[in-house]
Every structure is written in C-alpha cells, then in structure tokens.
C-alpha cells in the first residue's frame, strides 16, 4: 500500500514537472545553441572586420582594437538575447547596462567625438597616409591616422597631434588628392613696363619639363593694383612637381625679367598730411 501510494503521489507530481520540463528544458537547449552558433559567427565577423579594416589602414594597434571592440559589443548583446530566451529578466539589466553607458558618454563625450571622428574619417577617407593636407591651421604630411588623433609631419619636421573630431568637422585641404595641379605664379611689374615683353619672359619660363603641354601655358594680366601691375603665369604640373617649379620660378623671375629691363616695383603708398590753421 505505502509503495502504491508513493508510485501514486509521483505520478501525480510528474504531471506537474514534465511540462515544465519540456518547456525550460527546450528554452535551455535553444539558448545554448544559439549562445554557441552566434559565439561561433560573431568570432568570424570580429575576425572578417579586422581584415576589412586593414585594408584601410595600415595600423595594427588600430585593426586590433576596432576589431576587439566589435567583439565585445556584440557578445554582449548576444549574452543579453540569451538571458531573455530563457526567461530571465532583462529589462533592468539593459536599463543597467544603459545607465553606466550614459555615464561613461558624459564622462569622456570629448574622446567620443574624436573616436567618432576617427570613425567616419576611416570610413570617408578624406585622406590617406601620405597626403599633404591643411587643416585647423596646420599644413604638413599624414604619418598615421589612429582612432582618436591624426600625426601630421610639417615641413620642418615637427610632429602635431591632431584631435580627430575637429579635424572630421572641419574644413580639410588635401593637395595630393588630384594627380595635377595648378602652379598661378604673380609677379607685380611696374606700370612703365612693356607688358607683352613681361608675358613672354613668364612664358619663357615656363618652358620646362615639369609642366604640362596640356592644359597650355598661359600668362595673363590679372590684376591693376595700387603700385604695380600683376602678371600671372598660370601652368599646369604633376602633384609632386608642384614646390620644385614654384621655387624655380621664384628663383629666376627677377633676374630674367631685370635682363630684359622691366623693374619689379616696391609696394608704394601716397599719404596726404592736411594741415589746420592755427586758431588764435
């Protein structure tokens, strides 16, 4: 009877249990198994990501950390998915999670910004290591684009650090971006000169194997100023011959345009002293 009895009473209780069971047990395994498929497919794409990003840039430190970065984030919002299959509560744990999100936003919002615009400079790629750029008042050569700063090589070979976020929202100059450029060389000459004669010394000039055929050569007057006229020569050339022709130009102007007796005037200014009757 007490055996009966037990069978009885267990059999009662299995009733209860193994919906509960089937039901859990099958919430568990379905966690697990997406835990571990989704583990499995965030590693690749963490690992995916570091390549693509390599292809961008040429930093390690910078490939690892957008990559880890990418890891964790996810993983987390993973182990969050997970907790909610299976039943658990997530709501104050996203609110806590959002909560301390908050607060480390508003404790570095500045380094934010930078690595934001670290973020959309590597993405838009307004310029590449190399490049000679200008920007926040600072001209010199990329030497490395990081997450949170760009190093910028002056000419005199100073080293300035460079916050990503004021350089992402502000106007940036990138002089190695298109193959050709512009040489406009201005020389003032003096209003007595023989301005045809002017033309063809800067054309003459101009006549060098750094400068393009095409478009043509030209030297125009471009401006009547207050003490001189401006005679430009305007050349195209390749990116990287740029500072050399300009340099020459600078150079040789004067003396070939003395030789041929046109004068470069100096900067005049007439100034007019009126003079009031003493009063008595």
């Known amino acids: 009877m007490d055996l009966n009895a037990e069978v009885d009473q267990l059999a009662r209780h299995s009733q209860t249990w193994i919906p509960l069971i089937m039901e859990y047990g099958s919430r568990v395994l379905l966690a697990l198994l997406t835990l571990m498929v989704g583990w499995w497919i965030i590693s690749r794409l963490s690992e995916r990501l570091g390549k693509l990003v390599g292809l961008r840039v ?20 993973l182990l969050v998915s997970v907790a909610s299959m299976i039943g658990i509560e997530t709501t104050s744990f996203v609110a806590a999670i959002g909560a301390a999100g908050l607060a480390i936003c508003l404790a570095l919002q500045g380094s934010l910004a930078n690595f934001a615009g670290g973020v959309l400079i590597l993405m838009f790629r307004p310029f590449r290591i190399g490049d000679v750029i200008e920007a926040q008042g600072v001209s010199g050569t990329v030497d490395s684009i990081q997450i949170f ?19 992402s929202n502000g ?29 063809e010394v800067l054309l003459e000039l101009g006549k060098d194997p750094r400068v393009l055929p095409q478009p043509a050569p030209a030297a125009v007057v471009s401006e009547l100023g207050d003490s001189s006229i401006t005679v ?37 200014r007439v100034i007019r002293v009126v003079q009031e009757a003493a009063t008595s």
């Not at 011959?241 to 345009?257: H, I, P, Q, T, V």
Request: glycine residues 4%; aromatic residues 8%.
């Open 58 to 77: 040429s930093d390690p430190a910078l490939q690892s950390f957008i990559s880890t970065l990418a890891n964790v984030v996810l993983k987390v919002l």
């Open 171 to 199: 106007i940036i100059t990138n002089h190695n971006r298109q193959p050709t450029r512009q040489v406009v060389f201005n020389v003032g000459v003096d209003y007595d000169a023989d301005l045809q004669k002017a033309r």
């Open 232 to 268: 430009s020569l305007r050349v195209w050339v390749k990116t990287p011959d740029y500072w050399g022709l300009m340099f020459m130009l600078n150079e040789r102007a004067r003396d070939r345009l003395r030789a041929e007796g046109i004068d470069i005037p100096f900067p005049q």
């Open 149 to 167: 700063h760009t190093v910028v090589r002056t000419g005199d070979n100073k080293t300035v650090i460079m916050p990503n976020g004021a350089l």
